[in-house]
């Protein structure tokens, strides 16, 4: 009897699988195209600043209002230290070091 509750149970977490890794995969495309929108709308960004963003990194000093526009909002966030002024933002394998209201560094998994 109970082997008739695996087969739906499984099936059930293999379409969950999918359902979410499709919409990442959009979330992921909708990012990078708006970054993309960025690069291509402020032709006064430096080279170093474009080079990060299609890389898909953010630069030092970058707000943290355009870091959330173009990187989306974290999976996660940590607090570094007691006085609530610095966090851990994660993003998969990117993680942003954020320091007041700016970007302090960030460093890839």
């Known amino acids: 009897m109970n082997k008739l509750y695996i087969l739906p ?17 959009r979330q992921k495309a909708l990012l990078n ?4 929108e960025y690069i291509r709308s402020r032709p006064d960004l430096s080279e170093d600043r474009k080079i990060n963003l299609e890389k898909g990194e953010p630069w030092p000093e970058m707000p943290v209002d ?3 526009e173009l990187f989306g909002e ?3 966030k940590r607090v570094l230290d007691q006085s609530v002024t610095r966090f851990i933002w994660s993003y998969g394998d990117l993680f942003v070091y954020v320091t007041g209201d700016k970007v302090a560094e960030w460093k890839k998994r």
């Open 74 to 76: 974290p999976l996660r």
């Open 9 to 25: 149970f499984l099936l059930f977490l293999i379409a969950s699988w999918f359902y979410y890794r499709r919409k990442m995969d």
């Open 33 to 36: 195209s708006r970054r993309e």
């Open 66 to 68: 355009l870091l959330v």
